[in-house]
């Protein structure tokens, strides 16, 4: 009975660090269940996780392999090893499928990971980055840190200057608001006021965009009127778009990206590049580092690869994606045998006591009955 207490209490505190995993628009689509003492499972909404981008829940699945990856830190802290399984059946309620299962064996040689208990430290910054590099020390522990998680992945670090890469950086960047699907799926995670975001619990409050007045003016006239999301669109949000970009990736020590084996099968890549991109995310924020994903110059070539586009992409920028992963792969000496899935942005951050930490639902909200 003691032991079923104290164990339960552990799975608890896991849980409560697994919810700080990032998740897309931090929409936070998991639920998690204690099945018995030394197993909870991982539950996931397709409701809550419904975007333009997350086609084949290619998003989710990333966000699956960082909840994991926290967990299985976690635990080390505990002297528990963890494996899970994977999932992918028809396990549902009205909301939530059953996704992956989580199993703690107790061992006194359990290696302790540095990691523990730095997820409730980890952030994201939007703004420009100070001009600094990753010294090539820092970027070789990153890759031992990513190793723990994977062997599979591959972790590369560049950043280029060639004008077809800048270009191709802000070009991706436009999908968010070229396509009104996009920016509505965007817009309605954003909380602007705070009765707003205690209601929801998740999603952006607005003051992590780190907007100005008329930017947060135009963002609110596009929340209440999504029909006028295609005329800013062409009247200079376009051209903001790309200058933001290509400021803040100027402003950075580059790109940091994860690559996985083609021969690897589509959910697997995502879990592990997930993984793997946890252990990244929480090296780098401990050492001074910010991130920000660099999701739409990323992902989406990897689901154009994969045949998993949005069907609404049009026939321009299909053609382009079928090129961009080529590009990625010139300009970071990626291998033929392996896909480009996911990148960060990265670079020492001017913004750190300014970070808005994201609002999340409360524990006894996340445990599913």
Partial sequence: M????????MLKHLIAAAQRAPSGDNCQPFKFKIENETTMSIWHSDQMAMHFFNVCNSASYISLGMVLETIIIEATGFNFETHYDFINSTEKDQEFACWARVHFTKKSDVKFDPLVGTYYGRWTSRMKY???????????????????????ISIYHAKPTDK??????????????KYSQAARDFLKMVRISDSNKSETRNGIKLAELHLNLFEAFLLKMMMRCPLLIPFFYHAGLKKVTQLLAQKNYFNSAGL????????????????????TSMRAWLYLNANGYAVQPNTLASLMPFQFENNKIPTSVDITDRNFLGTAADLMKTYFKISNNEHLVWALRIGKSKDKNNYVRSSRFKLEDVIKK
Avoid at 130 to 152: F, G, H, R, W
């Fill in 2 to 9: 003691l032991f079923f207490f104290l164990m339960k209490n």
């Fill in 130 to 152: 100070e001009n600094a590099q990753l010294p090539k020390e820092m970027y070789d522990e990153l890759v031992l840190q990513c190793k723990i998680a994977s062997t599979d």
């Fill in 164 to 177: 077809d890469f800048i270009s191709y950086l802000k070009t991706s960047e436009l999908y968010l608001w």
């Fill in 256 to 275: 940091v990206i994860f690559c996985t084996p083609r021969s690897e099968i589509f959910e697997t890549s995502l879990i592990n590049t997930g993984r």
